[in-house]
C-alpha cells in the first residue's frame, strides 16, 4: 500500500494503521503477560500457587535479603506420586511383572517356583504374598545379569509399548502436567532441578531428559551393585543382584549428599518416603521451601494418604501441618492433572 | 577535529584516518584471533593439541558425521596428577597428616599408638610402614565422626593455610594451566565437565567450583558411609567409618554409570588407576577420546612412570600406545605447567 502525501484520504487511513498498531501491540503485549506472567497455568490460584511464587520471587531478586546465587538454586522432586502417579502399584513394578511374563519362555522353572508361578497365572496378590522375599526374587530376575546398556534398552522398549491398565495409555502420559509447569518455572528462575526418588535409577534416566527436560545425571534413584567386566572383549556394566543403596526415607538426604554434595534450596515430595528429604531441605540456613502433593482426587487420579501400601502420607503430613510446609490438595489445587486431560 | 569540505589538506588527512581506521581493525582481528584462535594457549603445537582440537572440532561441526548433540558432550577428568600435582604424596594425605596434628592435644592417647606416634614425631615412613591398616586408621581419625558441613569447613580451613613443601604455596596453585584452558576450551564447546577421582569427594567439592568451574554435583570421587541423625534437634549427615566406594581403577566405570548414567565422549588421566575409564570411554560407538598426562618435567613439576609408587603409570601407558589413545609429554607438550610460573 502506498502513502501519498497530499491525498485527501490519508489522514483518516494514518489513524486507521496507528490503531491497527497499537492494537498489535496491546495483543503482543497481553499475549506476552500470560506467558511469562502466569508460568503455572494449571495451577489454582489458591495457597499453593501463591507460596510457590513467593519463594521464588524470594530467592531470585536479588535487592532482596532472601536472594540465593544461581549456582545454590537446588531443587529435588520425589519421582512416584510427585511427578508421575504411582497406583494401583509402583510403575517400576508394572515393569517387573512384564518383565517376568516376557522372560518365562527362557525360564521353564518358573512355573513350579513362587513368585512367579502366581504371576504367571495372573494372580499378583499371591505373588505379593511372599512378602519382601518374593518382592527380592522379582527385582533379582529382572533387574541384574545385564548389562546396564541392555536394561535400559528393555526399559525403553516396554514404555514404546506398555499401557496403564486404567487409561490404557503410555505410563509417561501418567505425568502431572501442573508439576511439569513446576520444574520449567523453576528452571527458566535459575534452579538446577533433581529427581530423587526410589525408584530405580537406571529405570529413570532412559526417558526423564524427554519426560521432565531432566538429563540422567540429575536423576538419583536406588542402585544395584554393578560390575565392570569384559564381554566378547569390549567392556561392559553388569548389573548385579545386590542392593547398593534405596533412596528412600534416610536413604534420601544420603543420596542428595553423595551425589550433589550440597543441601537443596527446595524439596518436592507426597509420601512419607519424603519426610527425611524435607526435614533435611528445611534445616540449611536461610530461606527453604518444603511442599508435599496429597492424592485428594479420586476421579482424575487417586485418593489415598494415611492407610495407603503405596505412598502412605501420616508421619511427613503431621510435620508438614506443625512446620508451615505447602500440602498441595490435588483437587483443589491443579485445574488439569494430566495434559491428555 | 572538524574537517570542512574545501580545506585543501583534507584528502591527506582522510587518507590518513583511513589508514588508522584499517590499522585498528587489523589490531582487533589479530586480538581476536589469539583470544578465540588460541584456546589452548600452554600448549604447544604439538600433537597433543592438535589431537585435541580435532576431536573437539570433530564432534562439535554440525555437518559433520561424527557431529555429537551438546547433551552427549560428557568429558570425565581424573584429579591426582591429571589436573594438579600429586607429589610428594596425595595431597588429601597432607591434609590427613596435618589434621592428626592438629587433632592431637585432644588425642593424648596417640603418643603411644601407631601409626599416631610416628606421625607426630615426624617419622612419615615409620608411620606408612604399617601398611593399609595404618592408612585406614589415619583415615577414620580424620574423616568420621563429624557431619559433612564440618568436615568441609575442615578442608576450606585447611587450604587457606598450608603450604606446598616444594613451592611454599597454597595446594590450589598447583593446578595445571593447560589442563584449566582444556576445561575451559571444552565447556566452551557444549561439554559437560566432570571430575571422576580416587580422592574424596567431600575433600574435593568445597574448593573445585572455584579453582577448575565445576560445580560439586560434577564432582565424583571416592567416598564414606553417611549417616543421618539428629544432632541438637537439627538433622545432620555424619560421616561413618566405613568406606561406600573407592573411586578408581575398576570403580571408575562404576562411578561414573551411578552418577552420571552415561558413557562419556572424553576421558582425562595420568595413571593406571584410569585405564579402566578410559576403556570405557573409548568403548561407545562414535568417535571417542583417550587422552593420558605422562609426567616428565622434573624440573617444572616431577618425573615418574612405571616405577612410582604414587601415580604409576604402566599398564594404561602401554594400552594407550596399542591403541592411539594421546599421551601428553608434559615436558615437550606443556609451555607452563603453573600458573605462577
Chains 1, 2 share one sequence.
Not at 275 to 296: C, D, I, K, N, Y
Request: hydrophobic share 40%.
Amino acid at each position: 500500500m502506498k502513502a501519498t502525501k497530499h491525498n485527501p484520504g490519508s489522514g483518516r487511513r494514518d489513524r486507521m494503521l496507528l490503531s491497527l498498531a497499537l492494537f498489535t501491540v496491546c495483543l503482543l503485549w497481553a499475549f506476552a503477560r500470560t506467558a511469562i506472567g502466569q508460568p503455572l497455568a494449571s495451577w489454582s490460584d489458591g495457597p499453593a500457587k501463591k507460596a510457590i511464587v513467593q519463594f521464588v520471587t524470594a530467592v531470585t531478586t536479588e535487592d532482596l535479603p532472601t536472594f540465593v546465587i544461581p549456582s545454590e538454586r537446588i531443587a529435588v522432586f520425589d519421582n512416584d506420586g510427585t511427578l508421575w502417579s504411582e497406583q494401583p502399584l509402583y510403575f517400576q513394578f508394572m515393569f517387573v511383572l512384564d518383565r517376568i511374563k516376557a522372560m518365562a519362555p527362557q525360564h521353564p522353572e518358573w512355573n513350579d517356583r513362587e513368585p512367579f508361578k502366581s504371576i504367571l497365572a495372573g494372580d499378583i496378590e499371591a505373588a505379593l504374598a511372599g512378602g519382601e522375599q518374593a518382592i527380592a526374587a522379582m527385582m533379582v530376575a529382572t533387574h541384574s545379569g545385564m548389562t546396564t546398556d541392555e536394561f535400559q534398552a528393555q526399559v525403553v522398549a516396554w514404555l514404546a509399548t506398555a499401557r496403564h491398565p486404567r487409561f490404557n495409555r503410555p505410563y509417561t502420559d501418567l505425568v502431572y502436567r501442573p508439576m511439569l509447569e513446576l520444574l520449567n518455572y523453576l528452571r527458566e528462575n535459575g534452579f538446577k532441578t533433581f529427581i530423587v526418588s526410589g525408584g530405580g535409577s537406571e529405570f529413570m534416566r532412559p526417558w526423564t531428559q524427554k519426560v521432565y527436560g531432566i538429563p540422567p545425571e540429575q536423576v538419583i534413584g536406588s542402585q544395584g551393585k554393578l560390575g565392570f567386566e569384559m564381554r566378547d572383549g569390549q567392556p561392559a556394566l553388569v548389573k548385579l543382584p545386590q542392593i547398593d543403596l534405596i533412596d528412600d526415607k534416610a536413604g534420601k538426604p544420603v543420596a542428595i549428599q553423595k551425589h550433589i554434595g550440597r543441601r537443596p534450596l527446595a524439596a518436592f515430595g507426597n509420601s512419607d518416603g519424603d519426610l527425611e528429604m524435607l526435614q533435611w531441605t528445611t534445616s540449611g540456613p536461610g530461606l527453604r521451601f518444603a511442599l508435599l502433593v496429597h492424592h485428594t482426587d479420586s476421579e482424575r487420579e487417586w485418593a489415598y494418604d494415611r492407610q495407603s501400601p503405596i505412598g502412605a502420607l501420616d508421619k511427613a503430613w503431621d510435620e508438614a501441618k506443625a512446620k508451615g510446609w505447602i500440602l498441595v490438595d490435588m483437587r483443589r489445587d491443579w485445574k488439569k492433572v494430566y495434559a491428555f486431560e
